[in-house]
């Protein structure tokens, strides 16, 4: 039994976004007490980055980078935050957040709730960072969706020497038609323009930064075929696969299984690994593939591993779970997967 076992009735009983600000002070302890033995690791090169183990957390956690640390402390060898947009914005109404214990999952309508940009950036100048940082950008809810290239652009001119990586978020399916910019020109559009502006800041500030694009588990073979195109083409650094899904198999009949938003954890397994095999087949090893959804154990992250994850990113597990998910986790990827990625 591990602290996080004794401490996770208490938390489930209250709601969850209550639970969720309660559990980080309450992390940061547990982060304090001795480890019995560091966890195996291996370090890996993605991206031109030298990341100290394959397992980090996903975005959306730690959405304003208020606990960098602490997260890093737990064992984390890449740490992304945010979504961030430009300016400050309070997301949907609450409720908004939903676990769905039974099926290990949890239904999330946050909307990009931040506190913007340069709130952030003045939390990650006051980390210590011993491992590798994302930001996570987004648009603000308020923006029309034709100038959604213009928040993405401003995302990346801020965080640009601040992160390690930047992942352009086009898949949260919480903010208004978000996801049409995963495909067509749309997408060429947008990709066009990030890259243009990744090279005029390569030269102003000498520093490359990699973009990683984050997409949806609900993708049909036609429209991950031509992305990987549009990855390929525009030379992108990294696919984060993936987000939170809109389908409901397998829950709706539970309590909270018809709410509205995006359904993350165990119920999300296989849509993800899916459209992540489905990247590596597309992609052929051109593009690095960070996969997420769904880990719940070892044995799921060795499983991203095997279809092609260079790196494999956590949430909704580590809510069930708690800080026991990041060392079994972080074994099972030391193991070089039996499928070579
Ligand atoms: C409450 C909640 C909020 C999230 N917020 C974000 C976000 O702001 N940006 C983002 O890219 N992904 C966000 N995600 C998606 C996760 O990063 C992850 O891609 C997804 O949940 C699948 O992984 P999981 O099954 O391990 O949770 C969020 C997920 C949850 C559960």
């Known amino acids: 039994m591990t602290a996080y076992d004794l401490i996770r009735p208490l938390l489930f009983r209250l709601d969850a976004e209550t639970a ?19 966890p195996a690791c291996a370090p890996t090169r993605v991206m031109g ?12 956690l730690d959405k304003n980078g208020e606990a960098i640390d602490l997260w890093f402390s737990l064992g984390f060898g890449h740490v992304e935050i945010g979504t961030v947009t430009p300016r400050p914005q309070p997301g949907n ?33 006051r980390a210590r960072r011993p491992g590798i940082l994302g930001i996570n950008i987004g648009k603000n809810a308020d923006t029309p969706i034709e100038r959604a290239t213009d928040d993405y652009l401003i995302g990346l001119t801020k965080a640009y020497v601040a992160a390690d990586y930047i992942t352009v978020n086009i ?50 073979d036609s429209q991950i075929d031509e992305m990987a195109d549009l990855f390929r083409r525009h030379r992108i650094d990294a696919v984060i696969a993936t987000n939170t899904t809109l389908a409901r198999n397998g829950v709706e009949h539970l309590p909270h299984g018809a709410e509205a938003g ?19 087949t597309a992609l052929a090893n051109e593009i690095p593939l960070i996969g997420a959804g769904g880990v719940l154990c070892g044995a799921d992250a060795q499983a991203k591993q095997e279809a092609g994850a260079a790196l494999v990113q956590v949430y909704s597990g580590l809510i ?20 070579p990625s």
Not at 49 to 60: D, I, K, Q, S
């Open 49 to 60: 980055l030298e990341f100290p183990n394959r397992l980090g957390l996903a975005a959306g």
């Open 93 to 125: 109404p609450r409720p908004r957040l939903f676990r769905l214990p039974e099926a290990r999952g949890i239904i999330n309508r946050m909307g990009f709730n931040n506190h913007g940009m340069d709130a952030l950036l003045n939390h990650v100048a």
């Open 320 to 339: 069930y779970r708690g800080p026991t998910l990041i060392r079994e986790c972080m074994e099972a990827l030391a193991v070089p997967p039996q499928k």
């Open 171 to 220: 898949s949260s399916p919480n903010t208004k038609n978000l996801r049409d910019l995963q495909g067509g020109a749309a997408l060429d559009l947008l990709l066009g323009r990030l890259k243009a502006e990744q090279t005029q800041l390569t030269d102003r500030h000498g520093k490359y930064t990699p973009i990683a694009i984050k997409i949806a588990p609900d993708l049909i």
């Open 262 to 280: 995006g359904l993350s954890g165990a119920p999300v397994f296989t849509a993800s690994t899916r459209v992540l095999a489905a990247f590596h």
């Open 20 to 38: 969720h600000r309660l559990a980080l002070p309450l992390l940061s302890q547990i982060a304090r007490l001795p480890l019995a033995a560091p």
